[in-house]
Every structure is written in C-alpha cells, then in structure tokens.
C-alpha cells in the first residue's frame, strides 16, 4: 500500500511578502495620483526669462533689469476650494507667445510696421500673465482700435525704477519710434511697485545666472558653492516640471523681490515715495521722449486690498489702518499725476466693484488679473485712449 507523501500546511504568503506587496500598491497608487493631478492641474514656473547662456563681454553676469524671481504662494489646499471673492484657485492653462525680441505677442513670428505705435509698460499685469492674448490689454486694446499699433514691453517683477532702461533697451531692439506710453503701476504696498522699488535700492541690481534673474547676493553665494549650484539648479526644475512641487512647498518673498512696507507706512513717508514713482515716470518719458499729454498711467489695484475690504464688510470692521494709508497714498498720488499732465486712470472703484457687488471674479488666486478685469480697465481707459490716440494719427495724417 502506497504511502501518502506528508506535507507542512500552507500559511500563504509571508508577513514581509504582504509588507511588499503593499508598499509597491501605495507607490504605485501615488504615483497615479501624482500624474493625474500634474495632468489636471497646470501650476508649473518657469524661472528662466533669460537665455541659459546669457553673459557679458568678459563672463560677468548680465544685469536683469527686474526684480529677482518671485513665486506665488497659493497652496495645494486652494485648489480645492472656494477662495472668495476670487472663485475656485485652479490655474489655466495659457499658452504664451514671445516674438525675436522677447515681447509677448500674438505669435511668435509677429513683425512690427511703421506708423502710430503706443507701448504698454508695466510688470506682469501689463504682460498678461495668466489670461489668453487676446483677453489682455494688448489684445482687447488691437481689437478695438486697429489703426495703432500696440507694443508690450511689459515685464514680469518689474518696477517704475526699470522702466526707462527697458524701454530704451527694447527700442534699441526694434528700432521703433513711439507715439504714446501706458504705463502701469501696480499699488500693492507689500509686493508692488515701491516695495520693489525700495528692495533694489537696498540691494542693487539683480543679475542673471542660469537664465534666472538673482540678486547679487543670492549669485555670489550659487558662485562659491558647488552645493548651492546644484540646490539652486534642482529647485529651478522642479518648479519648471511639477506642479505639485510649486503647493506643496511654495516659495517665500525673498526680501530682495519687496521690501514691503506693511510695518512702516506713514503719511510722513509720502513726499519721498511719491517723489520715487515721479522719478520714475520722468526717466521713462525722457526713454521714449515723449511729454505727460502723451502718457497714460494706470494703477493696478492691489487684489490683497480688495480681499481685505471684502472680509472687512463681512465682519463688520473698519479695513485695517495699512490699506487705509496705502489707499490714502495713492489718492494723493493721483492728483499729483493729473497736475503734471499726465492722462491719469484710476480703475480701482470700478474693479473693486467688480468682485464686491457683481460677484465676478476679478483676480487670480495669483494676485493677477482675470479676463473680466481688463475689460473693466479699458472701459475705465477707453477716454484717455481717445486722447491719447488722437495725437499719433494726427502726426501720422499731416
């Protein structure tokens, strides 16, 4: 009689199988999650807006002529939700043309002619960072009024104390004489225009290494320190390619982008932060030799105003003392713009209305403007526009 062979019984798979097993789903799962979000979700930035190569005569690094790289801050949680009054954070996704000489335009092979030519100069609200081409003031401004030719020498970072070597580099550049300026100023007293003004006062010009706009500082450190480089060029590509990289760990204002002036701001302050935009302006007419009749000048309201007005009717409290100030600079500001000729629009009321009373968002979550805002604008813009048009066709008719 044949003998049954006897086996041990089968406890199935090991504890450390199952452990495997389990981590390689969780991976796994991640990683699907991971590319799904990074398909749905665009938030990725790209610091370079120079050329990698870039350098001076002798290998010295180039100035920028804008303030270092500033990353927003919006979180991975934002996305999620309703951030009011601003809606649903969820970035879109442009697609943004440059022409030969870096402007943004309506494609990449754009070519410029003689005749009336107005030039938009400002930071990224000028750009249009964010929105389609034809949903910027540029392009509602060419839909609209076709017989003049707009140019963007809009810059991202940038601030009124570059504004005069941009423009006068740009139309070393393009060989073009301007009729007329529309120039933005963007009123924040945290991230705007002065505080990044102040910050290149105190800490020089930027350069660029890596095609990264840097302070001085921030490259001599990158210089000296093999470490530094390859932390420096990691976090670059990172926030190039991953959109969950720029939530989850969003990056600081670094000091040298804005010295902001949340702690500081005092009606004793105003002549001399006055007599910086005024400065400014005057520099970049002399650029573009052109008089005050011949300059629109546009405030960008400040979306963190706006915010705190908003949450301030919800709460039934005053807006805090700082925007109070800020609001109050500017008020005199205007006054000043429009006594020395300037074709002055202040847009503020009408876009604060926007996303206060008609319930329409007027801003990203960014901090930068939604289609509906620049509409607003150039119907705030559309009588100095009149003017301001009126003088280039005249010039080109006689």
């Known amino acids: 009689m044949r003998q049954r062979e006897l086996r041990p019984p089968s406890h199935g798979p090991s504890i450390a199988s199952k452990v495997k097993a389990l981590i390689v789903v969780v991976v796994a799962s991640f990683a699907m999650a991971l590319a799904l979000f990074e398909l749905a979700v665009d938030a990725r930035i790209d610091g370079r807006r120079f050329p990698r190569d870039l350098r001076g005569p ?44 870096g402007l943004r335009s309506s494609s990449p092979d754009r070519r410029y002619r003689e005749g009336p030519t107005i030039a938009l100069v400002g930071d990224s609200y000028t750009f249009g960072s964010e929105v389609e081409y034809s949903q910027t003031l540029q392009g509602l401004l060419e839909a609209e009024r076709s017989q003049v030719q707009f140019i963007n020498f809009g810059v991202s970072g940038s601030s009124s104390s570059y504004f005069a070597e941009t423009v006068r580099a740009k139309l070393g550049l393009t060989g073009l004489r301007l009729d007329g300026l529309i120039v933005g100023l963007y009123i924040d007293m945290q991230l705007g225009d002065l505080p990044r003004t102040i910050a290149r006062e105190a800490f020089g010009d930027s350069v660029v290494y890596d095609g990264v706009s840097i302070s001085r500082s921030r490259y001599d450190e990158i210089s000296s320190s093999g470490i530094e480089r390859l932390a420096f060029w990691l976090e670059v590509e990172l926030r190039r390619r991953l959109s969950s990289f720029n939530l989850v760990f969003p990056a600081a204002v670094r000091r040298e982008f804005a010295s902001s002036l949340r702690d500081s701001l005092d009606p004793r302050l105003f002549d001399e932060l006055e007599r910086r935009v005024l400065d400014g302006l005057t520099s970049l007419r002399s650029a573009a030799s052109l008089p005050p009749g ?74 930068h403007f939604a289609p509906s805002a620049y509409r607003r604008l150039l119907d705030e813009m559309n009588a100095a526009l009149d003017r301001l048009v009126a003088a280039p066709l005249l010039s080109e008719l006689h």
């Not at 002798?58 to 979180?75: H, W």
């Not at 934002?78 to 970035?91: A, I, N, Q, S, Y």
Request: proline letters at 7%.
């Open 58 to 101: 002798n290998g010295e690094p180039v100035r920028a002529m804008v303030t270092p790289i500033y990353v927003s801050t919006t979180r991975v949680t934002d996305f999620f939700k309703e951030v009011e009054p601003f809606g649903r954070c969820l970035p879109a996704s442009v697609e943004v043309h440059t022409d030969r000489f």
């Open 294 to 367: 011949q300059t629109i000048v546009w405030l960008v309201p400040s979306n963190l105003e706006v915010k705190e007005k908003w949450l301030a009717r919800r709460e039934g409290r005053a807006p805090e003392r700082f925007f109070e100030l800020s609001r109050e600079f500017w008020d005199r500001l205007v006054m000043r713009l429009r006594a020395d000729g300037y074709l002055t629009v202040d847009p503020r009321g009408a876009i604060e209305r926007l996303a206060l009373e008609d319930g329409v968002p007027a801003f990203s979550c960014s901090g």
